[in-house]
């Protein structure tokens, strides 16, 4: 079993930026693909950013790119989403989530294990 704990959301006004943090324990590898998705109230859940075990490929939501960036420090099981310019459409739960097919996948069906999120609201 991986456990997966999300911390670093909060309130910001729209152009400034977050940090959020994944931690994992457990049976975790790093040769796991790690993702984060988000879902705002009344949407369904949707990918932002992925990245594979080696942390030597990404992948990014058209709506985040260049904005957003993905990093992860296997030394200490960590995964990281660096949020700038932040945008009220941004405000939403965001998940980390663990993937034992590796890559950087985008379907949520290909995540095996989840946290239980953090709430990132971004005010106009």
């Known amino acids: 079993q991986v456990h997966l704990v999300e911390s670093g959301g909060g309130l910001v006004q729209a152009g400034g930026s977050l940090r959020l943090s994944c931690a994992a324990s457990g049976r975790t590898k790093s040769s796991y693909g790690m993702g984060w998705f988000r879902q705002a109230p009344g949407k369904e859940r949707e990918f932002v950013a992925a990245?594979?075990?080696?942390?030597?490929?990404?992948r990014y939501a058209d709506s985040v790119k260049a904005r957003f960036t993905i990093s992860r420090d296997n030394a200490k099981n960590t995964v990281y989403l660096q949020m700038d310019s932040l945008k009220p459409e941004d405000t939403a739960v965001y998940y980390c989530?663990?993937?034992?097919?590796?890559?950087?996948?985008?379907?949520?069906?290909?995540?095996?294990?989840w946290g239980q999120g953090t709430q990132v609201t971004v005010s106009s």
């Open positions: 990245i594979t075990g080696s942390g030597g490929s990404t």
């Open positions: 989530a663990a993937s034992s097919y590796g890559g950087t996948r985008v379907s949520k069906s290909e995540y095996n294990y």
